[in-house]
């Protein structure tokens, strides 16, 4: 059983096997999903869904990103067009990430892969509090 209410969230990473089985846990916790393997796609799935009136809860962003924008510069870019984005950080290199220097961003949390769908749920629950 989820601990959050259904929310839609936009998923960003570059591997699709871990946006496959992420999109899938969300699912299954009772969320909406829309994927990204880039931030460029992020960003326009983002303030299309915006514009259209039907706004991401939040965005779980990869950190690095092979070929194309990488997570905190896609963060960056959506926190100055809309301060009210609200991230969580899904990372294998988290040795590397500072949240609390990320969290002027809109960054609330850090999920370290691989996770499990007990870690997905409690990090949405925490996260959930930070909706705007």
């Not at 939040?58 to 926190?79: C, F, N, Q, R, Y």
Request: net charge negative.
């Amino acid at each position: 059983m989820p601990a959050t209410g259904p929310m839609k969230v936009l998923l960003m990473d570059d591997d699709e096997m871990i946006r496959d089985t992420s999109s899938l846990m969300l699912q299954h916790l009772g969320h909406e999903v829309a994927t990204a393997k880039k931030g460029e796609e992020a960003i326009f799935l983002y303030f299309k869904a915006k514009k259209e009136g039907n706004p991401f809860d939040l965005a779980i962003m990869d950190i690095v990103i092979k070929e194309g924008m990488g997570g905190v510069e896609t963060i960056k870019i959506m926190h100055s067009l809309s301060p009210d984005v609200n991230f969580i950080i899904a990372s294998g290199y988290c040795d590397d990430i500072s949240v609390a220097e990320l969290k002027r961003y809109g960054v609330n949390g850090l999920l370290r892969k691989p996770y499990s769908i007990p870690d997905l749920d409690k990090m949405l629950s925490k996260v959930s509090d930070f909706r705007p």
